[in-house]
């Protein structure tokens, strides 16, 4: 069956970069988009972009755009968003998704000196 | 960017009550999701494109819309449907979602 399983969770300081993970099992990795959404409590939900791992294809959301960088390996079928110049404002849960319909647990992100 | 402004925010509920989120849109959306979040866990498709139940979601749930007016219904009320529910615009990039109705039990 489809999974996504994320990398745990990271605390991080100021200014510095995180790099998550996202392993996909069980479907043909490099043929789906790969979403990743960010949660911050009483922000719900944005989606910050995807990756087509096959062709390396991206789409950003322009407020994301130098914030974070999404890869893909399909040797591991793994997907990777790097997060730069971290601030508090990037203290969030960041989930994985194959379009819609499979999500990964999330992966919390904690910024703090 | 496509705007999607929900409402309620927040709604309490009775048992056998019938419940309807309503997700408005600045511009015309021709593809709308609806998820459910419960505390702790990922959001998970409930609705998508405007009105086909996700698999083993209960008849009770509905979708329904066109153009920049969408809505969400609950028939009638159980328990297990206490949670967050958020619209999300499939229709152009960014794909944008609503602030999320946080539905409770009364």
């Known amino acids: 069956q489809v999974q996504l399983q994320q990398s745990g969770a990271e605390l991080m300081k100021p200014g510095a970069s995180v790099k998550i993970s996202c392993k996909a099992t069980?479907?043909?990795?490099?043929?789906?988009?790969i979403e990743w959404v960010k949660q911050r409590p009483g922000h719900g939900l944005e989606w910050i972009g995807e990756?087509?791992?096959?062709?390396?294809?991206?789409n950003y959301n322009e407020k994301f755009k130098g914030k974070a960088t999404f890869t893909a390996d399909t040797s591991s079928n793994t997907a990777y968003m790097q997060l730069s110049s971290l601030t508090s404002e990037d203290s969030a849960v960041y989930y994985c998704?194959?379009?819609?319909?499979?999500w990964g647990q999330g992966t919390s992100v904690t910024v703090s000196s | 960017e496509i705007l999607l402004t929900q409402s309620p925010a927040i709604i309490a509920a009775s048992p056998g009550e019938k419940v309807t989120i309503t997700c408005s849109a600045s511009s015309s959306v021709s593809y709308m999701n609806w998820y459910q979040q419960k505390p702790g866990s990922s959001p998970k498709i409930w609705i998508y494109g405007i009105s086909n139940l996700a698999s083993g979601v209960p008849a009770r749930f509905s979708g329904s819309g066109s153009g920049t007016s969408f809505s969400f219904t609950i028939n009638s009320m159980e328990a297990e449907d206490v949670a967050t529910y958020y619209c999300q615009q499939r229709s152009s990039y960014p794909l944008t979602f609503g602030a999320g109705t946080k539905l409770e039990l009364k």
């Open positions: 998704a194959r379009r819609t319909l499979y």
């Open positions: 069980g479907y043909t990795f490099s043929s789906y988009w």
């Open positions: 990756i087509l791992p096959g062709s390396g294809s991206t």
